[in-house]
């Protein structure tokens, strides 16, 4: 961890938005896909989205699905991930990864090279 550095997240009342984005903490570096994933309280880390290089490529978690929606800018090694209709059962410390090369579909850790620290996102009801 201490590649990538998140931010954006934050309280929010259930049906709310919100956006997070990750940038790298320091030099930029060449990426296959990024992607973000969150952990719940005393849950395994999940997948939420990824996106491939060039931003040709997305998948999302069916938790998620047509209410989330992942972006990346590649000039900056920067992703996003827009985040709608927001339930209660988002809440979750929210991580954003690279991955340097191609070595799974993206949708689990082991895929994934650099993390970033994290950032909390809270949804009220």
């Known amino acids: 961890q201490g590649q990538l550095v998140e931010s954006g997240g934050g309280l929010v009342q259930a049906g709310g938005s919100l956006r997070l984005s990750c940038a790298p903490s320091?030099?930029?570096?060449?990426?296959?896909?990024m992607g973000w994933f969150r952990q719940a309280p005393g849950k395994e880390r999940e997948f939420v989205a990824t996106?491939?290089?060039?931003?040709?490529?997305?998948y999302y978690a069916d938790s998620v699905k047509g209410r989330f929606t992942i972006s990346r800018r590649d000039a900056k090694n920067t992703v996003y991930l827009q985040m709608n209709s927001l339930k209660p059962e988002d809440t979750a410390v929210y991580y954003c990864?690279?991955?340097?090369?191609?070595?799974?579909?993206?949708?689990?850790?082991?895929?994934?090279?650099?993390w970033g620290q994290g950032t909390q996102v809270s949804v009220s009801s």
């Open positions: 996106i491939s290089w060039g931003g040709g490529s997305t």
């Open positions: 990864a690279a991955a340097l090369v191609h070595r799974g579909a993206g949708q689990t850790p082991n895929d994934y090279d650099y």
């Open positions: 320091g030099r930029t570096f060449s990426t296959w896909s």
